[in-house]
């Protein structure tokens, strides 16, 4: 009867313990001169990482909309129709009436810096067949200026109304901007204060609303004297940035940088351990050959 063929040893990596230490090895001029130079290659790499992911997203300027010659909104956009890419942002001179006592407070509005309220109204805009039809107008939001508390807009809001408002039409500019996601109001002290310019939201208000709405609403540039009027601030015209654009080749390159700088890091490292062990190879075979 045969025994079964004895199972293969165990063949372990051999423990290394005692001086040098990696620590130590790591700190020898040589390797620390090597660490500086694979520092320099790895700054070298995050360099090029920085420089391609720097150009992986650019604004794309051809595709720009020129937004800034002033075109008359009933040109731009019919009432009730969304807003396109053309007609957001863009500026635009109205021919409209300032509907009175019809303000409203909406907070959280950032301007030079500073979060505070704007005073909104309605105003009855002239639409495009207002040219063959002199009644065709529809309602526009429209937001006349800034103040920094909502105690000021509720302020500037009663000296509009003892001012009294001109409902004979007249031409304003501002800027054309997008509807904004609704919100419930909340009361601050005895104010209502909206959260967003809905035109939707604020036809609830509005004790006369005409059958048609402009999508979006107006933020006046020109404002015919309501602020001198009122003590309120003009409001931030920004004008959109053009879309971004992504290169994807250069996305790519960036990290791929990224990665060699990290491997550059290892293979010091790397080159450190090998060292550390080849040491201690030696000097178990040099205690072995004395103890055998």
Not at 77 to 98: C, F, M, T, W, Y
Not at 244 to 256: A, K
Request: charged share 20%; with cysteine; aromatic share 8%.
């Amino acid at each position: 009867m045969t025994s079964a063929p004895a199972a293969p040893k165990n063949t372990k990596r051999p423990r290394y313990s005692g001086e040098p230490t990696l620590g130590q090895i790591m700190r020898r001029p040589k390797w620390i001169f090597a660490l500086i130079l694979v520092l320099s290659v790895a700054s070298g790499f995050a360099w090029l990482a920085q420089w391609q992911l720097g150009n992986a997203i650019t604004l794309d300027d051809k595709a720009q909309i020129d937004t800034e010659t002033v075109i008359p909104l009933a040109e731009l956009v019919e009432p009730a129709q969304p807003l396109n890419d053309v007609a957001a942002g863009h500026r635009v001179s109205i021919k409209a009436s300032l509907v009175p006592n019809e303000f409203v407070i909406v907070g959280n509005r950032a301007n030079s810096g500073a979060v505070g309220y704007w005073v909104v109204t309605q105003a009855y805009a002239e639409t495009a067949a207002a040219e063959h039809d002199t009644q065709d107008l529809a309602n526009l939001a429209v937001a006349i200026g800034w103040a920094a508390t909502a105690d000021e807009a509720a302020a500037a809001i009663e000296k509009l109304e003892a001012a009294g408002i001109s409902e004979n039409r007249t031409l304003y500019e501002g800027r054309l901007n997008p509807l904004e996601t609704p919100g419930a109001p909340e009361m601050q002290g005895e104010l209502t204060v909206y959260p967003s310019v809905v035109p939707a939201q604020l036809l609830n208000l509005w004790q006369n609303p005409l059958p048609k709405t402009y999508a979006g609403y107006v933020v006046l540039e020109t404002d015919n004297g309501l602020r001198e009027v009122s003590g309120l601030q003009a409001i931030d015209s920004i004008p959109p940035t053009p879309p971004e654009t992504v290169n994807w080749i250069n996305l790519f390159y960036g990290l791929e940088w990224v990665l060699f700088a990290g491997f550059a890091v290892y293979f010091w490292v790397r080159l450190c351990r090998d060292a550390h062990e080849r040491e201690h190879e030696l000097k178990l075979q040099e205690e072995e050959k004395l103890n055998g």
